[in-house]
């Protein structure tokens, strides 16, 4: 008698909204890779913090004030007098590092496996639009604290677009909504990190996933598991995503959230990389800090800012605007890796020793970069931070013509 | 491909993950929800609030914030208190469980400075003449607003618009002075 | 795999690197090391006491309420009212302020927030290294904060320093503390600013291996169920 009724209950709200339909297609039979390695848990898992980020900024929300007078005071209110509110802050700190280590190895995956590959470029480039949103709402709640860093830091960030020539002036000006940083930007920077950003990035994930629904997930060996079915039309190495890929990603939410609160219990400064000490001081436009530098996620592309100290003086381009349009280029380049990559083969693993020398090199220079990218310039670490940049730049230049030209192995047809 | 289920097995685990993720659910949910209790600075300011009743003359009357609201302390005088129970049955409930002055001092009353009609602040009169409202005035509350009486002690007179007796808030008396906000 | 193997091999290698902190410390190579135990009540209450004594003239804890100090110190209320407010103006949960103006005239930095902005070994060091320097206007200097504008107040505790002509510390007068006894009490006032600066902190760390066993379980129970389903597709 239940089964009965709840038959007629899905299929009373089935004539009016595809509910069964899509619980079919995108989760009880969709099929996905039976084989894949850890790598492959990070999208679960950026959902997962994406998540707690939404929830725990609404209830900062709800203690924050916006304006220059009263936000370094109300973050305190938060720390100090809202019952459980140093909990919600510190999830949410920890959580934007978080966020950011899960999309750098998230990507990574997509680099190794080439997850980029035809047909899934859109998903590719779905994900490098969120990892600019990423950037930039990390940017804009960054600056909410109005701490020394926040102010700082955010006025490096606009004199860039301040540099660009002609219209940098006032485009710096109407983006700061005051002749300088102010008040006037705080509380619009607000409004974009609270509302605008975060629709953005759900209406991209939404998009990214359905574009990755639409083509089927990758796995590491780059084999395609569409080419051999059973007799239901289920591909013999591949398996229904619910229940036996959402149930394995529970236990490593688990572990995720193990090592997350640890951080947030015992080490929420993170060394002074996930709460810089400089923010713990209220913002002061008559001192400047010793040492301006952006969060930890940021100071690999900081890094090769930096390293461009030569400017093109017969095109009447400073060198840092040169700097600036480099370090676009560093993101804007990830964009066009699906066209850039053109081996016959999907994975690291069957790619030549050329793409493997070149992965090696682009992941070392991005470590560096970070590493130095934290610290202040001298002659020495400015000459290891060019050479980086180049070692970034050229695995990706350079891919169109190894990656074609370069032996592969043969890739198994089965997993 | 043909293993054998065990249903029974299966069974105990969806119990067991089910129940750890409702606790799960529920841990989560503790410091959100903590989160909307007053804060510190509305406990600060929602404190209770002291008063220094040797200052106040009988027959005055002082106004004392307390959340927001004012808060009348009256210091009746020996003829009020004579007076309070000759209006017995002019007022719609005489409150004769909560002793003459409404409090457990008899000489102070202590009442919200909130008409029980829209909550306008009813104005202190304690001169015994008649008045433009009442030709046998013996004193008390008058509300411009809508013409509610109460006498001394915040009763409301039969045939007004105010249903009710102005409210009395929790206080307590530590020697000299009022404590509003505490009950001890 | 091999690769697999490499790149984890960098990023764990890195990471210490990425992971450790300035160290620096004005004219020294190093602060002293100094770790904090806020568990500590009775240093917590020593650490209030000097501040009361040598530091309210002029520095204010502006984002502490003083009946924060009842909970967490274990102060009772007439004490905190009569003894360390001592002024009938001012409520138990007014915040810290010790009556002075909100900019200090004299550019006496507000402290409640000092130990996560400059350190605790930064402060703790900092409030050590005082010297004589009869070529400064406040007749002393200090190491750490060369030029500092801070007068020397816990001299008379510490007994006389000089540099001598290395350069190194040489202390030439007693103090009413040996180096030992000043040492510790510095301690307790850098641990009760460090408290100062992140009450919390009491809670937090007696609350999160809770959080973390509790995750333990939640992953060994998923776990469990995850390894049931994973059977049928083996």
């Excluded at chain 1, 304006?67 to 305190?76: R, W």
């Excluded at chain 2, 915040?154 to 307590?172: C, D, F, I, Q």
């Amino acid at each position: 008698m239940e089964k009965a009724k709840k038959n007629s209950f899905m299929s009373w709200l089935d004539k009016r909204l595809p509910v069964t339909e899509n619980l079919e297609r995108h989760l009880t039979k969709h099929p996905v890779p039976k084989k894949v390695n850890f790598f492959y848990i990070f999208g679960a898992l950026l959902m997962v913090i994406f998540m707690v980020q939404v929830i725990t900024g609404i209830w900062l929300m709800m203690f924050y004030t916006n304006t220059e007078e009263g936000a370094f005071a109300s973050i305190e209110y938060i720390m100090r007098d809202v019952e459980y509110g140093w909990l919600m802050r510190y999830m949410h700190s920890t959580g934007a590092s978080a966020f950011f280590f899960l999309m750098y190895f998230h990507m990574f995956r997509g680099l190794l496996y080439g997850s980029y590959q035809k047909p899934k470029e859109l998903v590719w480039l779905f994900g490098c639009f969120l990892l600019f949103l990423l950037m930039a709402e990390g940017f804009l709640g960054y600056v909410l604290p109005w701490g020394q860093m926040s102010y700082w830091a955010a006025n490096v960030i606009l004199s860039l677009f301040g540099a660009i020539p002609f219209i940098g002036e006032d485009l710096q000006v109407w983006i700061q909504g005051d002749y300088v940083l102010s008040g006037a930007t705080l509380s619009r920077f607000f409004a974009l990190h609270v509302v605008v950003v975060p629709l953005l990035m759900i209406a991209l994930v939404v998009f990214h996933i359905f574009a990755l629904h639409e083509v089927g997930a990758g796995n590491p060996e780059g084999v395609d598991i569409e080419k051999h079915r059973d007799k239901n039309g289920m591909p013999l190495d591949g398996a229904p995503f619910h229940p036996y890929k959402t149930l394995s990603a529970l236990p490593a939410i688990g572990i995720f959230f193990v090592i997350f609160f640890a951080i947030v219990f015992f080490a929420p400064e993170g060394g002074g990389y996930f709460l810089e000490k400089p923010n713990f001081e209220e913002a002061d436009f008559l001192k400047t800090p010793e040492h301006i530098a952006p969060v930890w996620y940021y100071a690999p592309f900081y890094s090769i800012l930096r390293a461009i100290t030569f400017g093109i003086p017969f095109l009447g381009i400073t060198s840092k605007f040169l700097g600036f349009i480099i370090f676009a280029g560093s993101i804007a380049i990830l964009f066009i890796v699906p066209w850039l990559d053109r081996s016959n083969v999907q994975s690291i693993r069957y790619k030549g020793i050329y793409s493997k020398v070149a992965m090696i090199l682009f992941a070392a220079s991005f470590l560096t970069l970070g590493y130095l990218g934290t610290k202040p310039v001298n002659e020495l670490r400015t000459l290891i931070a060019q050479i980086c940049t180049l070692f970034y730049f050229l695995p990706l230049i350079l891919m169109p013509i190894y990656t074609k030209y370069e032996k592969t192995l043969e890739v198994p047809d089965r997993l | 491909m043909s293993k054998k289920i065990d249903h029974n097995r299966r069974r105990a685990l969806h119990i067991t993950s089910g129940i750890m993720g409702a606790v799960t659910v529920g841990a989560f949910a503790v410091p959100f929800l903590s989160a909307w209790n007053p804060s510190e600075k509305a406990k600060a300011l929602g404190a209770a609030v002291k008063f220094d009743l040797s200052k106040l003359l009988p027959g005055s009357m002082a106004v004392i914030e307390w959340r927001r609201t004012p808060i009348f302390v009256v210091h009746q005088t020996d003829e009020a208190i004579q007076n309070l129970p000759k209006l017995n049955d002019r007022v719609t409930n005489p409150a004769l469980g909560e002793g003459i002055s409404r409090t457990s001092n008899e000489k102070y009353t202590i009442l919200k400075g909130v008409c029980t009609h829209l909550s306008c602040a009813p104005k202190y009169h304690p001169e015994i003449e008649p008045k433009a409202w009442d030709q046998e005035w013996l004193g008390g509350f008058f509300c411009p607003c809508h013409g509610s009486k109460f006498d001394l002690a915040g009763r409301v007179y039969k045939g007004v618009p105010a249903p009710t007796n102005l409210e009395v808030p929790p206080h307590s008396f530590d020697g000299d002075n009022l404590i509003i906000g505490e009950e001890v | 795999m091999k690769i697999r193997a490499l790149f984890i091999f960098l990023f764990f290698v890195t990471f210490p690197v990425w992971a450790a902190a300035e160290t620096e410390c004005g004219t020294l190579e190093k602060c002293d090391s100094f770790k904090s135990n806020v568990h500590d009540r009775n240093s917590l209450q020593r650490g209030l006491g000097l501040y009361k004594n040598y530091c309210s003239s002029c520095h204010t804890l502006r984002y502490l309420r003083w009946n924060r100090l009842e909970r967490d110190l274990d102060i009772p209320e007439n004490i905190l009212v009569e003894d360390l407010i001592n002024n009938p103006q001012v409520k138990t949960s007014d915040f810290i302020t010790f009556g002075l103006p909100e900019v200090s005239a004299i550019g006496a930095p507000d402290l409640t927030l000092r130990t996560r902005v400059r350190g605790e070994e930064w402060i703790y060091t900092y409030l050590r290294t005082f010297y004589e320097d009869s070529e400064q206007i406040t007749g002393s200097n200090n190491l750490v904060y060369p030029g500092t504008a801070m007068l020397n107040v816990l001299g008379g505790l510490q007994g006389r320093q000089v540099l001598d002509q290395n350069g190194n510390l040489e202390k030439v007068g007693d103090g009413t503390m040996s180096t030992e006894e000043y040492d510790a009490a510095i301690g307790d006032l850098v641990t009760f600013l460090a408290y100062a600066s992140e009450p919390a902190r009491i809670s937090r760390e007696k609350n999160g291996i809770f959080v973390i066993l509790f995750f333990i379980a939640f992953t060994a129970v998923m776990w469990l169920l995850n390894r049931e389903y994973t059977k049928d597709i083996k």
